[in-house]
């Protein structure tokens, strides 16, 4: 039974965190969980809600500040479900990140002399998304456009988003604007009605060019001539606008169907010398920056000459396979979304690569048919989605014995569980790079070098 009551004032230490950046602490041994604390403070909480093994709390007051702990940059942290670790410097995000990695590699995976490197960071951790989407709707008079709040789905109307371009912000600002001084209707979640869902921007960081989706319940908003003219007017550098069709009840943003109103249906950007075409449909990194830097990463763990045949699991739109070509002599890309390998293909013509084939399908079909077909790779990266590999993926591997795996991971919990697969198989981790791809979210990206024991030598 938990001692703990609700409405209770506590103080506590904080003691530990969690894998969203909550603070963690005890009350004679039952455990709290508070938004804001940082690790090593005392605070004093409230209890707002008592479960069987833990309680939440909620943050009144720091009493023992962290020397980490900093003034939120943007004014809507606090509500906004965005970011979770503007209340700590960006140094200290960092470490929180590196030692999240690390945690989860020697709890899950076992693994207990595995070199952690710091994670990577990058100089200017603002303004790095080039993907915006803010949701629209009416509240008594006034039409928002901004961001959910924290586990909820009220709209809040930031004025300006540290870590969106500021090219969103204003796209943003002038959509609201004419939606507001036209009357137009915007869309109601829970009656399914009204018009205007979503505003989504995507912005090539190289390249310069912009997309504006408009996401609609409907083929076509009011007047929708007048404000293609206001955007391209203000922002020169818009190259497509294009009417998104979604007319069902879902919270997935996007439907099937694009209506281009102005310019081209794709814009063009770069991830190093690489160029990719997109569509407001297509998978793309939203930090390129440090997408660039998480791939030459991959590229430096594969320790490519030349010679060697190289599997891609998980691949996208081929952006990893696209940078390993040119070091390999065969790449093979295999995913399962059919439109993300005819954009790979594409990309990889666009780019006259000739050495890359793409398969589409779901990795543990895929991988072992073509194992038991004879294929053998010498390297395999895998960047799957947040749950990690399929053990069938993982067991092929065991069975085929590359000199190397390059494992790209979201997600540290699953990567952990992978890795420990991938040791008890006959791999051995040489090291293990986050890279801080969300700059003030919980997120942290890894890529991790792992050899075949057997062919240590030769790794
Ligand atoms: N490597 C790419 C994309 C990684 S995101 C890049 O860096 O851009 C993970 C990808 O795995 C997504 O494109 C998703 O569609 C794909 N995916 C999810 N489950 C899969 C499965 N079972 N087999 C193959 N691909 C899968």
Redo the contacts with the bound molecule.
Sequence with gaps: MALVKKNEVHTIDITGMTHEGQGVGRIDNFTVFVDGPIEGEKVEIKIIKVNKSYAVGKLLKVLEPSGDRTEPFCPSYKRCGGCSLQHMNYEAGLKFKTNLVRENIRRIGGLEDVVVHDAIGMEQPLNYRNKAQYPVGRYKDEVRAGFYAKKSHEIIDCLTCGIQNSVSDRVRAIVREFIMENGVTTYDEIKGEGLVRHIMTRVGFKSGEVMVVLVINGRSIPGQEKLADKLVGDIPQIKSIVLNVNRKKTNVILGDENIVVYGRDTITDYIGEFKFNISPLS?F?VNPIQTEVLYRKALEYAQLTGEETVF??????G??SLFLSKKAKMVYG????EA?VNDAKENARVNGVENAEFIV????EVIPQMYSRGVRADVVVV???RKGC?EAVLKTLVDMEPRRIVY?SCNPATLARDLKYLAEGGFEVREVQPVDMFPWTAHVETVVLMCASSKAGKC
């Design positions: 998978f990194q891609d699991l998980y691949c996208g739109i952006t990893i295999v995913e399962v979304v993300a399908g779901e990795a543990e960047d799957p989605p399929d790209v």
